[in-house]
């Protein structure tokens, strides 16, 4: 395991985070909550197109490292990193219970990835 095949799965899950924050723009800009319009939002094709990105670079970092760490820790991050920039960007509730289950992630992480 190397920093490089780490440094893929960071960029991986920031490109989770991203496309999500993405596809609830795509929701939230929607004047019709029909799947045409859905289907036709510059928010929703950037998303779709974040997460591409995203299938490539996690494939590659598990050139190198087992899916049983790297996946775990990669969703632990996206995890993170969507309740924060849904805070930031969304203005969605980030309370006491959010920097518990954070916290318990991260404790995971640093665990997961030994």
Known sequence: MNWI???LVLIAAINSGIGNLLLKKSRIEAADPGLLTLLLSPWFLAAILVYGINLIVFAKALDSLPVSVAYPVFAAIGFSLVALIGNLFLGERFGLNQI??????????????R
Not at 103 to 112: A, H, K, N, Q, V
Request: proline fraction near 0%.
């Open 5 to 7: 095949s780490w440094s």
């Open 100 to 113: 518990i289950g954070l916290s318990l992630i991260i404790t995971g992480i640093i665990i997961m990835s």
